[in-house]
């Protein structure tokens, strides 16, 4: 591995950022690493907008009476909470930003396969959110991410269609970015960058992308369906009145959103493989286990689907298989964090921003993933389906996991994007925060979830209200713990220190390069040689 | 060969040489075809438990559909005919366009275009035929069926009218094509474009092979 | 109910208890990890904390024994939770035969019960301790979802479709009635209670609340009022002791057998010409739209007094009201029966 | 790997090939084998789908070159119908397990219902 010594590059050299400084240039640029800059600027600020609803909605939910809005403010403040952040955050969050940025890098190659398609997912993107945001301006959606017929498809009559629509040109851009990074994989490595050379981040993201292709195209189908149905005023396939069933819509809509909550844990994982082994400057440990643990992730992510569906009426026998596989699907992740923690064991673990987010993942997904249990277990769904203790159980995997490994990763890789370095006292101040902020938010809504208090109630029975209000407590300091990052990073691009090309001696070929780097990413395609993070071999910069 | 395809400037910057370019391609496609299966495949899944559900009502439906035939022969076979032919005149175009015959492959676009023409056409008229009927489901659905069979019916729509669409798009795509043969753009070193969408095409021809047996012959 | 901070809902049903062993095994299993990571985590942040900037551990050697061990192991235990908990749904979910049936209808926003003696009540259920109950369930609209948390029970109401619950009520109170599935705008309000009562004051409060007709006698008289009877005593079928028999249609033109069950009934009245009794012309017009959910019911169990059959359906064996024979092809002639694989 | 070609006389063949198969499928379709098997899995609709999935294999091989392509081409084309085949056999499994007074028409389902403004 050529060892470049750790010199920061002048900024006047020609980068990717000030090569050109028109409009024009970033909005109909081809390059992956500024198409990952659009996506991060988009998500935050549809981040901000399910921010806000989440607020309300925590806000309403103070007083057992709900005094803050009516039951159908309150209705669509929730389904735009579940759309923006499942649709227009966390979806596109680490694969569409930190995925374009640093593949096409970690590969060893000067762009994505097709670099067309790549600014086609963004404005696909961009027009599924803003039909979603115009949706939400004319009036909202009251129908719950989930627009479970027939509800959804006769009796709600806000601008669902307008949605659906929506989130359907959000799902092509998932699809072509999923493409996309499936064919650069395969055919554009480097020389000497086998599979098993390979960053886990990059196995992590194949195995999402798998998912992404072949599991969006049937939610695809299934939302255009519902769309129809309304557009035309006709009896769908799912309505009973022809005879048509509204269970089955649950079942092709879960086919892909079980998938898709894999699709948004999946490349967390992936990034927390490449931190934990860079600050405690050690090959990660168990790496084939690792690695085909995210292959079985997507695989066996496609037979779990049914558990959502215990109390539908399912048949006995279909709820016993589909709570088989679901503890099935349980294993792979347990084997990767007790990998991680592993890697931790005789290495010399310096406590960086990117490494207190990793470790705060590894904390909340484990309690998220064995919360999992809970609800795969028929004998215990059957008491808390539909209540908190779901709610408390995906937010531990969602923001416990993957919003705090995706803050982690823009920690990790923002002097590569931008030549600065972060202020480190204010990130770890910050990744504290939002940790306590976040258990005293989402703990208490398990105890909520087993009293038996339902979701999406704007309003509740007395006796829980002590705990909604702690969890209230808990949501203000979290909101404070996202508004810090979005100002120090902020505040980094002007005064940062000029970070060099390789600020945490980290492996990898997109250390290799300058930061920011150049427009073809490397002068000459790099050769590897070595497995991956082989820190045992790197030499130390002196004291 | 003489000149190098990298210095016609035949491969994109991001691949190293024209072979990575092509296998590039294939793989996109043939990815992108994998989303159309699961597409198609979402309603294929509905078919298939409503079939489980009401198969008399299905058979009914499907006899329905047969009513409609030309010599003796209903429209749905004709059209797998169509397609099939079809799917010829494209491998005949792939085939012209690597080696170069440029008239052949003009004429191989057109017959491929005709032939989808054609298959629209008897999808027109068959819907016709339905309206006539009203076998179009809605209020003023034919009363002497049960409300199943209006349900294969949406079923029916949905499946051929889905289909129908990516014949429209194959039809536009391969109008591009013949433009880019006038314009002499088509050469044995770019040829890619078509042998892509002549794999889009083979696909549609594939869902079809499916729909019609699922649709026409449910006995 | 309401005492301080409640960390637990009550025990009030035969399934409480063990949902709740259940749930403490579970939070055992849970926390000992998730203890054992987070103490692995700390005592190696500190005891391999970085003392100087160039120091580099040697090279880690994968043990292909101890990722079998992590990967074993939680199976293991994840398996004795599958089967602990499927046994306990298969229990809940496989109703006894002597249980009272009640029935449930799920409106939008509000929930309408009927007991078998005619009482009809809103939004609360009076049941007697110790007696097992079962809840015939159906909704007018969307899907809603019949939840107990003191019963550690729920069930999604599904409309055009008839989804059961049944539960033994074992300690006297009040308990919530919630529903979980998000059905619109009043979902938070369409709650109620369940009241637990001792024999005595059951019996008192029968004797209190007026009773209205039994579903039998409502069912009698819609029976006339709809102008059913007109028919079907002289030119259309005559409905005594067609519930649980074989009754040979036609549907959509081909011939088939059918078993006469609540579904066929219900779909009779609501869509009669999906399955056309065999010699009879489709004349009967659609109820659809002039029946109610109740009225069905009631007509329903008229029906089935015509046939003698019990008014309690016999819900035996695990897949609900009636089980049917597997898939023997049919010993009549040529015509393919349908057990009951071709309802709508 | 050069990008070797389907000769001409392959094309024609498999080509009328699809046109048997298509004949035959017709005309099994007449003949009435409903005896066998159950009401809605009798042997027409094996033969109709075996026929079906020939068909499919002989355009995917030899129009769509994949019997020319990689290894990897293959596994590109063939995983999709893997899982859509999960999907279904799931999906009609549970179907067909549940208990049988499933599916009804509500009483009173709106039959135009009031949806929202297009």
């Known amino acids: 591995m050529t060892d470049v010594l750790n010199i920061p590059a002048e900024p006047t050299t020609e980068n990717y950022l000030n090569r050109q400084f028109t409009v024009r240039s970033w909005l109909l640029t081809q390059d992956h690493k500024r198409i990952g800059i659009l996506y991060m600027v988009t998500i935050t600020f549809f981040f901000l907008i399910g921010g806000v609803a989440a607020t309300l909605m925590r806000l309403q939910l103070l007083t057992p009476k709900g005094l803050l809005v009516g039951p159908d403010m309150y209705n669509r403040l929730f389904t735009m909470h579940g759309i923006m952040m499942i649709f227009f955050f966390l979806l596109p969050s680490i694969p569409s930003t930190i995925g374009n940025f640093v593949i096409p890098l970690m590969l060893g190659a000067r762009d994505l396969a097709f670099p067309k398609l790549n600014l086609l997912s963004y404005y696909l993107y961009l027009a599924g959110g803003t039909l979603a945001l115009v949706s939400l301006i004319l009036g909202g959606v009251d129908t719950g991410w989930t627009f479970y017929t027939p509800y959804s498809s006769t009796f709600s009559n806000e601008w669902v269609a307008l949605t659906l629509v929506g989130i359907f040109l959000n799902g092509f851009s998932s699809i072509l970015t999923g493409l996309n990074f499936m064919v650069t994989t395969h055919t554009m490595r480097c020389p000497g960058l086998t599979w098993f050379r390979l960053p886990l981040f990059i196995w992590s993201l194949y195995a999402t992308s798998l998912m992404m292709v072949i599991a969006t195209p049937v939610v695809a189908i299934t939302l255009l369906l519902v769309a129809l149905e309304r557009i035309f005023h006709v009896h769908g396939i799912f309505d009973p009145a022809l005879g048509g069933d509204p269970i089955l819509f649950q079942n092709l809509f879960w086919f892909y959103s079980h998938p898709a909550v894999y699709i948004m844990v999946l490349p967390a994982m992936g990034v927390i493989s490449e931190i934990i082994p860079c600050f405690s400057r050690k090959q990660v440990f168990g790496y084939h286990a690792v690695a085909f643990s995210s292959i079985s992730i997507a695989v066996i992510g496609f037979l779990v689907w049914g558990h959502h569906m215990f109390v539908t009426g399912q048949s006995i026998y279909g709820g016993m298989a589909f709570s088989f596989l679901s503890f099935l699907v349980a294993i792979p992740s347990a084997v990767k964090v007790f990998n991680w923690t592993a890697t931790l064991y005789k290495g010399s673990i310096a406590l960086d921003t990117p490494m207190l987010y990793a470790l705060g993942f590894i904390g909340l997904f484990t309690i998220g993933g064995l919360t999992g249990l809970f609800l795969a277990c028929l004998g215990m769904d059957m008491h808390v389906h539909d209540t908190y203790f779901v709610i408390a159980h995906f937010h531990y995997i969602m923001v416990g996991g993957t919003v705090l490994a995706y803050l982690g990763a823009v920690h990790f890789w923002w002097p590569k994007m931008t030549g600065r370095m972060y202020p480190e006292w204010w990130g770890r101040f910050s990744a504290l925060i939002i940790f306590l902020g976040f258990n005293l938010t989402f703990f208490p809504q398990f105890l909520l979830g087993y009293l038996g208090m339902p979701r999406r109630y704007f309003a509740y029975a007395p006796e829980f209200q002590v705990l909604n209000v702690m969890s209230t407590a808990g949501a203000s300091i979290m909101g404070i713990g996202y508004f810090l990052p979005l100002c120090y990073l902020l505040w980094s691009l002007r005064w940062g220190k000029p970070a060099g090309n390789n600020p945490y001696n980290a492996t990898g070929l997109e250390w290799q390069t300058p930061s920011p780097p150049p427009v073809d990413n490397f002068e000459q395609t790099p050769v590897v040689t070595h497995e991956p993070y082989c820190y045992h071999l790197m030499e130390m910069p002196r004291a | 060969m003489p000149d190098h395809p990298e210095h016609l400037g035949l491969v994109a910057h991001q691949f190293d040489d024209i072979e990575q370019q092509r296998e590039a391609a294939t793989l996109g496609m043939w990815a992108f075809l994998a989303t159309e299966v699961l597409f198609f495949g979402g309603l294929i899944v509905a078919y298939a438990v409503y079939r489980h559900e009401y198969f008399l009502s299905w058979r009914k439906g499907s006899e329905e559909l047969d009513k409609f035939t030309f010599l003796n022969i209903s429209a749905g076979a004709w059209n797998t005919l169509v397609l099939l032919t079809s799917s010829l005149t494209v491998v005949l175009s792939v085939h012209a366009a690597k080696h170069g015959k440029n008239a052949l492959l003009l004429r191989m676009l057109l017959a491929t275009m005709v032939l989808g023409a054609a298959f629209l056409g008897i999808k027109f008229l068959e819907y016709s035929n339905d309206y006539r009927e009203h076998l179009i489901p809605g209020p003023n659905f034919s009363p002497e069926v049960s409300n199943h069979v209006q349900l294969f019916f949406v079923m029916y729509f949905a499946m051929t009218g889905l289909h129908a669409l990516h014949m429209v798009i194959g039809l536009g795509l391969f109008t591009w094509l013949a433009v880019q043969t006038l314009r002499r753009k088509i050469t044995p070193d770019r040829h890619q474009a078509v042998e892509t969408i002549g794999l889009y095409w083979h696909f549609v021809d594939l869902v079809w092979i499916f729909l019609f047996p699922l649709l026409y012959l449910v006995r | 109910m309401h005492n301080g901070i409640p960390l637990f809902p009550p025990e009030a049903s035969n399934f409480a208890p063990r949902v709740d062993a259940l749930f403490f095994f579970l939070v055992a299993v849970t926390g000992f990890f998730t203890l054992l990571i987070f103490a692995l985590i700390v005592t190696f942040i500190i005891r391999f904390r970085r003392r100087r900037p160039d120091e580099r551990p040697e090279k880690t050697h994968s043990h292909m024994a101890l990722e079998l061990a992590w990967s074993v192991i939680p199976l293991g235990i994840a398996m004795v939770i599958f089967v602990w908990g499927a046994v306990l749904f298969y229990q809940s979910r496989t109703p006894p035969p002597n249980a009272e049936t009640v029935a449930v209808i799920a409106k939008q926003w509000m929930w309408k019960i009927q007991h078998q003696d005619g009482h009809r009540e809103i939004n609360e259920l009076h049941i007697p301790v110790g007696l097992p109950i079962v809840l015939e369930m159906t909704s007018q609209d969307v899907i809603h979802d019949f939840s107990v948390p003191a019963f550690r029970l729920k069930q999604d109401v599904v409309p055009g479709a008839y989804t059961h619950e049944w539960f033994i009520p074992t300690q006297i109170g009040q308990y919530h009635l919630f529903c979980d599935q998000y059905c619109g705008t009043g979902h938070a309000l369409m709650t109620g209670t369940i009241y637990v009562m001792s024999k005595e004051d059951y019996q008192q409060w029968l004797g209190g609340a007026p009773a209205e007709l039994t579903p039998r006698a409502a069912g009698e008289k819609l029976f006339t009022n709809y102008g059913c009877i007109a028919c079907h005593s002289t030119r259309a079928p005559s409905l005594a002791g067609v519930f649980g028999s074989q009754v040979a249609v036609t549907i959509d033109g081909s011939p088939a057998v059918v078993r006469a069950d609540e579904a066929y009934i219900r779909e009779s009245i609501l869509d009669p010409g999906a399955k056309i009794v065999k010699g009879y012309p489709n004349i009967m017009p659609s109820f659809r739209g002039q029946l109610s959910e109740e009225q069905i019911m009631d007509l329903m169990a008229y029906i089935k007094s015509l046939s003698g059959a019990a008014e309690v359906p016999n819900y035996s064996g695990p897949s609900g009201s009636t089980t049917q024979p597997e898939q023997t092809p049919p010993p009549m002639g040529d015509v393919p029966s349908f057990p009951n694989r071709v309802n709508p | ?118």
């Open chain 4, 1 to 118: 790997m050069q990008h070797r070609d389907e000769s001409l006389k392959t094309c024609y063949i498999v080509y009328a090939l699809l046109i048997v198969l298509l004949v035959l499928t017709v005309i099994a379709a007449r003949v009435d084998f409903s005896q066998h098997g159950f009401d809605y899995l009798n042997l027409n609709i094996v033969i109709a789908l075996v026929i079906a999935v020939l068909k499919a294999v002989l355009v995917m091989l030899f129009f769509m070159h994949v019997r020319l392509s990689s290894r990897l081409t293959w596994v590109f084309a063939s995983t999709a119908f893997f899982f859509l085949a999960l999907l279904l056999a799931f999906t009609v499994a549970d179907y067909s397990a549940r208990p049988m007074d499933r599916t009804i028409a509500p009483p009173d389902a709106p039959v135009v219902a009031n949806f929202d403004h297009p």
